[in-house]
């Protein structure tokens, strides 16, 4: 799993990031990435270019998001 955690950064760097690091990951790699906000544009960027995603809001500023290439691999996160 990579974690990326973004929360000190303000936009387009998240997506910015988050972007580069989709784009290198191999098919049965997890990025967890921790923000501070739901980042919906990322999740059209995912959906577009064959990855999947589970975004889950833990508090009013803290979501974890699990993103993947594969098909194959479960997305969860431990306190669901």
């Known amino acids: 799993m990579i ?3 973004t ?3 303000d936009h387009p760097l998240p997506l910015e990031m988050a972007v580069e690091r989709f784009k290198n990951l191999s098919e049965d790699e997890v990025i967890h990435m ?3 906000r739901e980042p919906l544009p990322l999740f059209e960027i ?3 270019n064959g990855g999947r995603y ?3 809001r833990e508090d009013e500023n ?3 998001i699990y993103i993947t290439r594969s098909q194959n691999v479960k997305l969860e996160h431990p306190y669901v």
Do not use: A, M, P, V
């Open 54 to 56: 589970l975004s889950i």
């Open 3 to 5: 974690l990326l955690d």
């Open 34 to 36: 921790i923000h501070r």
């Open 62 to 64: 803290l979501w974890h």
């Open 7 to 9: 929360r000190e950064f």
């Open 46 to 48: 995912i959906s577009k």
